[in-house]
């Protein structure tokens, strides 16, 4: 009996590195796929710089929007597939339009695999931009203030064909070209590693078959129930312990097997709140009663998080970050962190009350596009990232005691259902000029 299922435990470790093995592939796939489109764009480019010939203006285009799923992509879309093409015919059907960027979400990157095909994808953008500008030269094209090319004027195919052969588009080519390589490397180091584990553990299997063969069927019974109740009683307690860390959804994931965690959320609001004066405040009262305080207030405004649909991501300190729309993806994300914000700044006055204190809060909140995902493998933290958390946080930072500031966006989202008063034009560390308001009270109905 014991030996049947170290087979099958065997199998199921066999058959798992097959799909290991078939997700390599495909990472490997999609990386090759950004680097043949950006090959093709350079040949197709140079081609029609020296020749002139339309066809391979069209093909480009045809290239590019391929890529940034704006056309069909064929079927088996791979390094022949141009060398193929005669006239207008093409050598395979159409399916779907997807993005290459599209695609790289379908598949488990860790956070350092996605970055460098990212930052591939992003100098392989800026070099298109050196290559429509060449091809638009070709026919005597210029682009206006706006970047369109309206612009009519004498066509230059010497300086064109310097943009696309030249020291400087070999250089930005370079540049393409070297995260892939860093990418395949990394796959590569990764996978090496995952084997070694898996042959570790084939190992260990055979090694515990010898040994339960061995052994009698009563003490092997014992040994069998005596385990799965403590296995039981782990799942529980982990379970307990996901749950009090990670949101339901993502600690489902995580309990399913998925590894390196990371989602891109289009539209989520980010809140931080302050306490003001907080080392004051430490020095005055002491750490233990300081620590005391921070755990009763935090503690109301998690209470509040249930109630507004508000996911807490993290305390730090005496500051308390948490988001809207991330990970159960809601249209009313702006709404729902905007009244969480007012509700507690009335629990605040509250607590105050109740506890003799003046404690004061300062709120920053703005939206848009954010990274939310799991970093760390021992000591897990649900965590999110991105230009919208940074903004967020240094709108708190300039906001002022008792006041919520926003952005501008976040008040064009909030006013038909809110009171908004314009602040005026703060200069944000590390962002710039940002236009910002208060968010003031709900209007009456």
Same mark, same amino acid.
């Given at each position: ?168 588009? #070999?250089?930005?080519? @370079?540049? *393409?070209?070297?995260? &892939?390589?860093?990418? +395949?490397?990394? $796959?590569? =180091?990764?996978?090496? %590693? ?13 090694? #515990?078959?010898?040994? @339960?063969? *061995?052994?009698?069927? &009563?003490?092997?019974? +014992?040994?069998? $129930?005596? =385990?799965?109740?403590? %296995? ?13 860390? #990670? ?199």
């Amino acid at each position: 009996m014991s030996l049947i299922l170290c087979l099958f435990l065997l199998k199921h470790i066999a058959v798992q590195e097959v799909i290991d093995g078939e997700e390599r592939y495909q990472l490997f796939t999609l990386a090759n796929q950004l680097r043949q489109s950006s090959d093709d764009l350079t040949e197709l480019s140079r081609l029609y710089v020296i020749t002139g010939e339309k066809k391979y203006y069209d093909h480009y285009n045809e290239t590019l929007a391929i890529r940034n799923g704006t056309s069909p992509r064929p079927v088996n879309y791979d390094e022949l597939y141009w060398d193929l093409v005669i006239g207008d015919k093409r050598p395979q059907p159409y399916g779907p339009a997807k993005s290459l960027a599209a695609m790289m979400l379908e598949h488990r990157f860790t956070l350092k695999e996605f970055s460098l095909l990212t930052q591939a994808e992003n100098e392989s953008k800026k070099l298109a931009e050196t290559e429509i500008k060449a091809m638009n030269l070709v026919q005597g094209k210029y682009p206006d203030k706006s970047g369109n090319y309206t612009i009519i004027g004498k066509p230059n195919r010497q300086l064109a064909q310097q943009m696309v052969f030249g020291d400087d588009y #070999l250089q930005a080519k @370079l540049k *393409v070209m070297k995260p &892939l390589k860093e990418f +395949f490397t990394h $796959i590569n =180091a990764r996978t090496f %590693l995952l084997n070694e584990k898996i042959d570790l553990e084939m190992s260990k299997i055979i090694a #515990l078959a010898l040994v @339960l063969s *061995v052994l009698s069927t &009563l003490l092997m019974l +014992f040994f069998i $129930i005596h =385990a799965l109740k403590t %296995l039981s009683k782990v799942n529980e307690e982990n379970d307990l312990l996901l749950l009090n860390i #990670l949101p339901e959804s993502i600690a489902s994931r995580l309990k399913m097997g998925e590894e390196d965690i990371a989602d891109e959320y289009s539209q989520a609001s980010v809140m931080f709140a302050d306490i003001i004066n907080f080392t004051q405040l430490t020095d005055q009262l002491g750490a233990k009663k300081t620590v005391n305080i921070l755990n009763l207030l935090f503690a109301e405004l998690d209470k509040l998080t249930e109630k507004y649909h508000i996911e807490k991501v993290k305390t730090i300190g005496d500051n308390y970050m948490a988001v809207s729309g991330v990970p159960e993806q809601t249209t009313r994300h702006a709404i729902n962190i905007a009244n969480y914000a007012l509700a507690i700044l009335e629990k605040m006055q509250t607590f105050n009350q109740e506890n003799q204190m003046q404690l004061q809060l300062r709120i920053g909140i703005t939206y848009g596009t954010v990274i939310a995902g799991i970093i760390g493998h021992k000591k897990f933290v649900y965590d999110i990232w991105g230009n919208v958390v940074n903004l967020a946080s240094r709108l708190e930072e300039t906001s002022l005691p008792n006041k919520i500031q926003i952005s501008e966006k976040m008040a064009f989202m909030l006013q038909d259902e809110f009171v908004v008063e314009p602040r005026g034009t703060l200069e944000m560390k590390g962002i710039g000029d940002i236009k910002t308001y208060f968010l003031l009270r709900r209007k009456e109905k």
